[in-house]
């Protein structure tokens, strides 16, 4: 009591600084209310978080469509089925693909081979005689012809030993015609049996041994007009020179191997490539049936082509490191597009035959080999292992797998498994018939076999309209049937509403109340076996789609 009567008869601070001296417990006061203030409003929220999960779990275990009805004393089980899943939810689920049909088309039989552009006629730009390099008469890169004069070797050393020659010639050619002289005066007195033999046949000799030095000499002067030649360097083909090795005022060696540069031929121009050795005797009855087998350069892509040529030739030699066979293909070339020593891809086409077909973009590789996914009537997908064959850049031949006609995936495979809901892009929207959460019931406004899950006056039931379990005393019945107006997922508007129940048909009553089911509404109902009262069009609420201007009983529509 004492206690009591002190603290009611204590003085109140009338300032801060005070009552934080006088009364601490005073000033602690508020940063108590302030945390039980925090604790509260963080265990609202984390409640509201917890209800907030807890009703997207029941909402995903429960459908939109499928209304759980109120509770009823004692009524029996509704009419109904069990969930399933309706045209609406699939047309949802779809993945819309590209498609194709396979059909039966000609594809040429190629061979497809890495290859080598190679020249024709390849010539190093070399020197047969030795001497200072005076002029040079080209330009790097350019187009020349044969005969066409490139490169000046300083002459005059050539010319002095030509002169040299023939003054060497002009002697020894006097001395013979001097001893032919003798030999006949020679000839003429042994015939008078004048002179011995012996000088005679010595002057024949003599001649003989001078006409042999007119020879060589005769030999000297050719070489030395030749060298005097050689001091020009010309083409010798026609064709592309390349970049000079060497500059004017060297001094440049016959029998050089780098040369002064290096001139190609490009047109016509060559491809070597390689044949498997298993394709040789389809190669060689081919060129037997057209000894002009058609081949095409492509690039290294393989997606554009170069230049088109005919095929020459194989080897005759089978390579045994590698199992293949060298050939050569030649192609005109005329606007240069095939450069010397460059990699291009080679398709070599042998005949022409009839297949089946479908687009490269159907063919996926798994673990089992190819495969395509088959399109059924039904819009779902079937993945059937096929075997390919022959295949150009928009066509696979397929030797087993499929028929003609039959639809296959070309686009969206990557998202597809067997058994997929898919549509074409062809496709229109249609409206899907029934609740996406019920199974249709055996007739429109007929009840539906068996019990629903719920005790209570409500059940899930099917599409279409069915009858209430038990209804009493005025209570809406319990029962369902899915609503019978669906909404397409996408669409935003209501499609056709079941047909409604007779309403001359009531009811079946029963003790107790039930509650109301279905995916589609409550369906009004009276205890005592009368109809209920007809739905007018401005009663219905928003989101409901009317069957038809008046909603009759026992008919309901889903949003």
């Not at 005329?334 to 479908?358: I, M, W, Y």
């Amino acid at each position: 009591m004492d206690h009591n009567s002190n603290n009611s008869t204590r003085p109140t601070p009338t300032s801060g600084a005070a009552d934080a001296g006088l009364n601490p417990g005073a000033a602690a006061a508020p940063k108590r209310r302030s945390r039980w203030l925090g604790s509260t409003i963080a265990i609202v929220l984390v409640a509201g978080l917890a209800g907030g999960a807890w009703y997207l779990v029941q909402s995903k275990k429960n459908p939109s469509g499928m209304a759980a009805g109120a509770p009823g004393m004692g009524g029996p089980p509704g009419a109904g089925g069990p969930p399933g899943m309706g045209p609406g939810a699939m047309r949802a689920m779809a993945v819309t693909v590209g498609s194709a049909a396979a059909k039966r088309q000609t594809l040429p039989v190629t061979l497809t081979a890495m290859g080598t552009v190679v020249p024709t006629t390849t010539v190093t730009l070399t020197t047969q005689v030795s001497g200072i390099l005076r002029d040079v008469l080209f330009t790097e890169g350019q187009m020349v012809k044969k005969g066409q004069k490139l490169a000046q070797i300083d002459p005059r050393p050539f010319e002095q030993a030509l002169q040299q020659a023939k003054g060497q010639l002009a002697r020894d050619q006097a001395q013979l015609d001097a001893a032919r002289v003798t030999l006949k005066r020679y000839q003429t007195l042994w015939d008078q049996d004048s002179i011995a033999r012996q000088d005679l046949d010595t002057q024949a000799a003599l001649a003989k041994q001078l006409e042999g030095t007119v020879l060589t000499d005769q030999a000297q002067v050719q070489t030395a007009q030749l060298n005097l030649g050689y001091a020009s360097i010309t083409s010798p083909i026609d064709g592309r020179i390349g970049l000079r090795t060497m500059d004017p005022g060297n001094y440049i060696s016959a029998g050089g191997t780098t040369g002064i540069a290096v001139i190609t031929k490009i047109a016509p121009i060559d491809v070597s490539f390689t044949v498997p050795q298993d394709h040789i005797p389809s190669v060689l009855g081919a060129q037997k049936a057209d000894a002009r087998l058609p081949v095409a350069a492509l690039d290294r892509a393989g997606n554009k082509t170069l230049a088109q040529g005919v095929f020459l030739t194989l080897d005759n030699l089978v390579d045994t490191a590698t199992g293949t066979v060298k050939a050569k293909a030649r192609f005109d070339n005329s606007d240069g597009s095939l450069f010397p020593n460059q990699f291009v891809n080679t398709r070599l086409t042998l005949k022409d035959e009839s297949a089946l077909v479908v687009p490269v973009t159907a063919i996926r590789t798994g673990g089992n080999g190819d495969f395509v996914y088959v399109i059924n009537a039904d819009r779902t997908v079937t993945q059937r292992t096929v075997i390919r064959g022959m295949s150009t850049v928009e066509w696979v031949a397929i030797n087993t797998g499929l028929k003609e006609g039959e639809l296959v995936v070309t686009e969206g495979a990557d998202r597809l498994k067997d058994g997929a809901v898919v549509a074409l892009q062809g496709d229109t929207p249609t409206q899907a018939h029934g609740a996406s959460s019920g199974r249709r019931g055996p007739r429109e406004g007929g009840p539906r076999e068996g019990g629903g899950r719920r005790g209570n006056g409500e059940g899930r039931g099917a599409n279409g309209a069915a009858p209430g379990g038990a209804a009493g005393n005025g209570a809406p019945a319990g029962g369902g049937g899915g609503g019978g107006a669906a909404v397409e997922p996408n669409a935003g508007q209501p499609s056709a509403a079941a047909p409604a129940v007779n309403p001359d048909q009531p009811a079946a009553g029963a003790s107790g109340s039930g509650g109301s089911g279905g995916s589609g509404g409550a369906t009004p109902a009276t205890g005592s076996g009368q109809t209920a009262p007809a739905i007018k069009p401005e009663e219905v609420p928003k989101g409901m789609a009317p069957a038809a201007s008046t909603v009759q009983p026992a008919q309901r529509a889903n949003p």
